[in-house]
């Protein structure tokens, strides 16, 4: 049973959805079946759920047949697909006064359906969200509308020209929205997508400025600033837009604009814009004060080392320490403590408390991939720093055999970490007395697309020719 469906979905539930999924399961009109009324009952009594188990729970008085019980799950595993739906509907009035337009007019019942119409398009009214979502329950309206009033043959009603606009706002959004998420995917994955009649959508956008939504708008921006990376008025204008207009997107819509917007500036900071530094952490404070990072009480471990690591690179040091302690109890357990202790150990780095931070990094341990390499990385700034080179010198090597042969790591990591470590193996044993050799590797240095450290290694050779 450990890999069956319904085990699956049913490990998902809280306490209180399995409560109430009981009485639905209990219930005559969804279910006459005792034994799927034992087969629930042994699956919230139980930690064990082996199928043997199972089976002898559900019928007591037969000899096992494995089939038996199998049916059981799947017709169980059917009712809870029903509640799961039932419990969409009841927690949202706008799809459950859609799906009930649909039933008045199908059973045309014209003063039901009227008032029905009314009723969503007052919560539609209603509703403080005006972004992709909130257009295509309303080009829903429209068209439930449109088929009410054709299917009464009334022709002079039907609302085309509503229909026609609810659904262009919705699909230029949703165009770029996706657009926007296949550019990403190129980026990562290093595939290539077909973004058909892109260039028709944005001229038609621009020419009856359909700007004016900010729902078209944040994803114009967003795609002409990832489609032109010297653009940076575009990426001006996204903040800019989807910061006044915060409280017409949901927070998962609102997050994905954050990371897009944050994606934008590292690709200038990697490439040593350092400019960008102070933009990154504006959105990363202003992200904690609308609460976009923090879903169902947690923050994700990554976000909380992008956090940290941008916060100490803009220097507002005091502002890190308080971030980390206030912080730290929204990590999962699993992960609370490791990246606590390495954002503490970062914060002593930059501090200069060399000795610290070190103990802090090599007690972290390998169990967590990002964390490993993260420190490996600042454990080669600190013996840099201290001169100690033959510590350098092996944990360069140590470093260069883990990133080859670590599979979980990506072809852009691994290129970016190989990267360093062949810059501070020139840096190290470089002549700096020879000011042509010593211009020409700043010069490489300052060229490479996929270099980690940039900044700091251009201020290493700095300090020395100073």
């Given at each position: 049973?450990?890999?069956?469906?319904l085990?699956?979905?049913f490990?998902?539930?809280s306490?209180?959805?399995q409560?109430?999924l009981?009485k639905?399961?209990h219930?005559?009109?969804?279910n006459?079946?005792?034994?799927?009324?034992?087969?629930?009952?042994?699956?919230?009594?139980?930690?064990?759920?082996r199928i043997k188990?199972?089976?002898?729970?559900v019928?007591?008085?037969m000899?096992?047949?494995?089939?038996?019980i199998r049916?059981t799950?799947s017709?169980?595993?059917k009712l809870?697909?029903?509640?799961l739906?039932?419990?969409?509907?009841?927690?949202?009035?706008?799809?459950?006064?859609?799906?009930?337009l649909?039933?008045?007019?199908?059973?045309k019942?014209e003063?039901?359906f009227?008032?029905?119409?009314?009723?969503?398009?007052s919560?539609?009214?209603k509703?403080?969200y005006?972004?992709?979502?909130?257009y295509?329950l309303?080009?829903?309206l429209?068209q439930?509308?449109f088929?009410?009033?054709q299917?009464k043959?009334?022709l002079?009603?039907?609302?085309?020209?509503?229909v026609?606009?609810?659904?262009?706002?919705?699909?230029?959004?949703?165009?770029?929205?996706?657009?926007?998420?296949?550019?990403?995917?190129?980026?990562?994955?290093r595939?290539?997508y077909?973004?058909?009649?892109?260039?028709?959508?944005?001229a038609?956008?621009?020419k009856?400025n359909?700007?004016?939504?900010?729902?078209?708008?944040?994803?114009?921006?967003?795609?002409?600033?990832?489609?032109?990376?010297d653009?940076?008025?575009?990426f001006?204008q996204?903040k800019?837009?989807?910061?006044?207009h915060s409280h017409l997107f949901?927070?998962?819509?609102?997050k994905?604009?954050?990371i897009?917007?944050?994606?934008f500036?590292?690709k200038?900071?990697?490439?040593?814009r350092?400019?960008?530094?102070?933009?990154?952490f504006?959105?990363?404070?202003?992200?904690l004060i609308?609460?976009?990072f923090?879903?169902?009480?947690?923050?994700?471990r990554?976000?909380?080392?992008?956090?940290?690591t941008?916060?100490?690179?803009?220097?507002?040091?005091?502002w890190?320490r308080?971030?980390i302690?206030?912080?730290?109890?929204?990590?999962?357990k699993?992960?609370r403590?490791?990246?606590?202790?390495?954002?503490?150990?970062?914060?002593?780095?930059?501090t200069?408390?060399?000795?610290?931070s070190?103990?802090?990094?090599?007690?972290?341990g390998?169990?967590?991939?990002?964390?490993v390499m993260?420190?490996k990385v600042?454990?080669?700034k600190?013996?840099?720093?201290?001169g100690?080179?033959?510590a350098?010198?092996?944990?360069l090597d140590?470093?260069?055999?883990?990133v080859?042969?670590?599979?979980?790591?990506s072809?852009y990591?691994?290129?970016?970490?190989?990267?360093?470590i062949?810059y501070?193996?020139?840096?190290q044993?470089?002549n700096?007395?020879?000011?042509?050799?010593?211009?020409?590797?700043?010069?490489?240095?300052?060229?490479?697309p996929?270099?980690?450290?940039?900044?700091?290694?251009?201020?290493q050779?700095?300090q020395?020719?100073?």
């Amino acid at each position: 049973m450990y890999k069956s469906k319904l085990l699956e979905i049913f490990s998902a539930l809280s306490k209180s959805e399995q409560n109430r999924l009981k009485k639905f399961v209990h219930s005559p009109y969804h279910n006459t079946h005792t034994e799927v009324h034992r087969l629930l009952d042994y699956l919230m009594t139980n930690k064990s759920h082996r199928i043997k188990n199972a089976f002898e729970h559900v019928f007591p008085k037969m000899l096992y047949r494995p089939q038996k019980i199998r049916n059981t799950m799947s017709y169980l595993q059917k009712l809870i697909d029903k509640f799961l739906v039932y419990e969409a509907l009841e927690a949202e009035d706008a799809l459950r006064n859609r799906a009930l337009l649909s039933v008045y007019r199908t059973k045309k019942l014209e003063k039901c359906f009227k008032s029905s119409l009314k009723y969503g398009e007052s919560l539609l009214n209603k509703s403080q969200y005006k972004d992709t979502e909130y257009y295509y329950l309303d080009y829903e309206l429209q068209q439930e509308q449109f088929l009410f009033a054709q299917e009464k043959k009334r022709l002079e009603a039907k609302n085309v020209q509503e229909v026609l606009d609810s659904f262009d706002i919705y699909y230029m959004a949703n165009k770029l929205k996706y657009c926007v998420t296949a550019l990403t995917h190129q980026n990562i994955f290093r595939t290539t997508y077909e973004l058909r009649i892109v260039d028709a959508i944005l001229a038609q956008i621009e020419k009856e400025n359909w700007l004016e939504f900010p729902s078209i708008a944040v994803y114009y921006y967003s795609y002409k600033a990832m489609t032109d990376f010297d653009d940076t008025a575009a990426f001006f204008q996204l903040k800019a837009t989807f910061l006044k207009h915060s409280h017409l997107f949901r927070t998962d819509e609102l997050k994905d604009l954050y990371i897009i917007a944050i994606s934008f500036c590292i690709k200038h900071l990697n490439l040593g814009r350092e400019e960008f530094t102070v933009e990154i952490f504006d959105l990363y404070k202003l992200g904690l004060i609308n609460g976009v990072f923090v879903e169902d009480g947690e923050l994700s471990r990554f976000t909380y080392k992008n956090i940290v690591t941008i916060g100490l690179k803009y220097g507002d040091f005091d502002w890190v320490r308080e971030f980390i302690n206030d912080y730290a109890p929204y990590l999962s357990k699993t992960h609370r403590e490791s990246y606590t202790n390495y954002s503490l150990a970062k914060l002593y780095y930059m501090t200069r408390d060399y000795n610290k931070s070190m103990k802090m990094f090599l007690s972290l341990g390998n169990t967590d991939r990002e964390l490993v390499m993260g420190a490996k990385v600042s454990l080669l700034k600190i013996y840099y720093e201290l001169g100690e080179y033959d510590a350098l010198e092996s944990l360069l090597d140590s470093f260069r055999a883990y990133v080859k042969r670590n599979k979980e790591v990506s072809d852009y990591q691994k290129q970016s970490y190989l990267n360093l470590i062949r810059y501070l193996q020139k840096v190290q044993n470089h002549n700096f007395y020879d000011k042509k050799i010593q211009q020409k590797l700043l010069e490489e240095i300052k060229a490479e697309p996929q270099l980690p450290e940039r900044q700091w290694i251009i201020s290493q050779i700095e300090q020395v020719n100073n």
